[in-house]
Each structure stands twice: as structure tokens, then as C-alpha cells.
């Protein structure tokens, strides 16, 4: 039987008992391969003068799987990145402080992103209103970014006021090593499209190496990870104690 592949991507977590919690598909994978590797120990007798290898051990056993996963929703960058996705529900900021001594061409970030109704004073005693245009400029209301035109001679530093509507924060390294059930409903395009499913159990996903942030083409997530030993199933010969392939 000839092979090539197609298919969609499933990972889930693992509940208590090593059980496929619920399944969230990763969206389009470009590349999906699982490697097997063994380390061994090799013995040479001593007898007969030359040293020949009369015996090989297989002292370790291992699995390891790469996927590149196109899609940059929230929660592949969370997976990604160690992170958890959170959503930012839409409020407002009021007197929000800049850095002091600030000066013309100087760029100040916003705490918030996607900012509307920007107000900006100084801090003299009878706080002066900045223009906008003259003071400041919005270098970006998406990610809320201010540029200082001409700082003039008012009382720093400046408090800004606005509103910012919600999103979608994911932070790095926030969250342990994820460990994932991998599961690919694939479809061998060489045979007529017939079914092939595989199963990896507990696969331990190491962060993304290389998160290509400016690109001529479209952007990648290129992630590794091992697929570990589950000894649950270990005494179960159909699941085996890595994963499995069913030729459907």
C-alpha cells in the first residue's frame, strides 16, 4: 500500500486517569511526523583478537513528533508559547500616567490597545488640556500608541483618559509544559482517500523556537515535542504504551 497523507489535528488534555479530555482541532497543519529512535549498548567479545561486536542492547527507546500549525489563533499561541489565552472585556482608563521629562518625538505606550475618546492634561494645579495635532498625535489607536508632537512648556507628567474595547491577551511562560493527546484523522490520498487514524497519548510540546514575527509569507508555528511513555496503557497490546496507527 502507497501513503500520502492528509488530514485534520486534534489535542486534548488528559484528565486524572490519562483520558483524551475533550479534542480541539488546531486548524490547518501543514507538516505532521512522528519520529522513533532507540539508543543501544554494543559488546565486543575478547577472544579472538579482533573485538567483534557479538551482542546489542537496546538500553532506550524514544518518540518524537513535529507539527507546523498555520493557523495563529489564541489558543495555538497559548500552546505555543506556555501561555493561557484570557479575554479583555471592553472598559475605560482614567489618569493614566506617562513617563516624565517627556520630549517632541518621543512615543508613549498605552496600557490598553484598540483606544477611542483619547484626553490627555498635564499635571499643573489647574490641569491644561494637551491638543492633539499640536501636543500629540495617535500614533495608533489599535495598539494604543501616543507620540509627543511638542511637550511645550506644560506641567509633566501627562494623564491620559480613554476607552479601549476588549481582546485578546496571551501571555508567555505562564503556564506549565503542556501535555497533550495528539490524535490526526488523516486520509491516505495514494488509496482513494481511505481512513488512517493515529493516536499519540502523551505528548510533552516544547515551546515554539522560532515565533517569525515579519514575514514575506505566510507565518508558522513549528512545534516539537516527546511523545512519552503511558504506562496506563502499557499492558493494552492494541493501544500500546506510545500511540498507534489504524490503517481503517
Do not use: C
Not at 501535555?179 to 482513494?192: K, M, Q, Y
Amino acid at each position: 500500500m502507497l501513503f500520502s497523507g492528509q488530514g485534520k489535528v486534534f489535542a486534548a488534555q488528559r484528565d486524572a486517569n490519562g483520558n483524551a479530555l475533550a479534542f480541539r482541532y488546531l486548524g490547518n497543519v501543514s507538516q505532521l511526523s512522528v519520529a522513533l529512535a532507540t539508543e543501544t549498548a554494543e559488546h565486543k567479545e575478547s577472544t579472538s583478537g579482533n573485538r567483534l561486536i557479538d551482542g546489542r542492547l537496546t538500553t532506550q527507546k524514544s518518540a518524537t513528533t513535529t507539527m507546523v500549525l498555520d493557523e495563529f489563533t489564541a489558543e495555538n499561541l497559548a500552546l505555543a508559547l506556555f501561555g493561557l489565552s484570557a479575554t479583555l472585556a471592553p472598559d475605560a482608563v482614567t489618569d493614566e500616567a506617562f513617563p516624565a521629562a517627556l520630549v517632541a518625538g518621543d512615543f508613549v505606550r498605552l496600557a490598553q490597545q484598540k483606544v477611542s475618546n483619547v484626553a490627555i492634561v498635564d499635571s499643573a494645579g489647574a490641569p491644561v488640556s494637551l491638543v492633539e495635532g499640536t501636543n500629540y498625535r495617535i500614533e495608533s489607536a489599535d495598539h494604543g500608541s501616543i507620540e509627543i508632537l511638542d511637550p511645550a512648556a506644560l506641567t509633566q507628567p501627562f494623564k491620559a483618559d480613554y476607552d479601549y474595547a476588549g481582546g485578546t491577551n496571551v501571555a508567555m511562560f505562564t503556564q506549565a509544559t503542556p501535555i497533550r493527546w495528539l490524535r490526526f484523522e488523516g486520509l491516505n490520498t495514494a488509496e482513494s482517500n481511505s481512513p488512517v487514524l493515529v493516536e499519540l497519548y502523551r505528548v510533552s510540546l516544547d515551546p515554539v523556537a522560532d515565533l517569525a514575527l515579519l514575514n514575506d509569507e505566510y507565518g508558522q508555528l513549528s512545534l516539537t515535542g516527546s511523545a512519552l511513555y503511558d504506562a496506563a496503557k502499557a499492558d493494552d497490546a492494541d493501544l500500546g504504551a506510545f500511540g498507534r496507527i489504524v490503517l481503517i
